[in-house]
């Protein structure tokens, strides 16, 4: 089983991921509580460069946002 880290946000509805698109996805969301169980959104990445798209949706006024990705193609935590 995978777990995930303890979110460090003070208020998953101020800001938090609204939309994720890669290899055919396009994942458009909204606050979470910090986290979406996505696991069942299949795509396709071909071998090579691909392209991410991840956009931040805000309650209020906008800040500047940094991301990390982790793509665990074998669902194996790893």
């Given at each position: 089983m995978v777990t995930y880290c303890t979110s460090r946000g003070n208020n998953s509805s101020?800001?938090?991921i609204d939309n994720v698109a890669i290899g055919?996805?396009?994942n458009?969301?909204?606050s979470n509580n910090g986290y979406g169980d996505f696991t069942a959104q299949t795509g396709n990445l071909p071998y090579g460069n691909n392209t991410i798209v991840i956009s931040a949706g805000f309650s209020d006024a906008a800040y500047t946002e940094f991301w990390k990705v982790w793509i665990d193609f074998n669902k194996n935590g790893v």
């Open positions: 101020y800001e938090y055919g996805i396009s458009v969301s909204s």
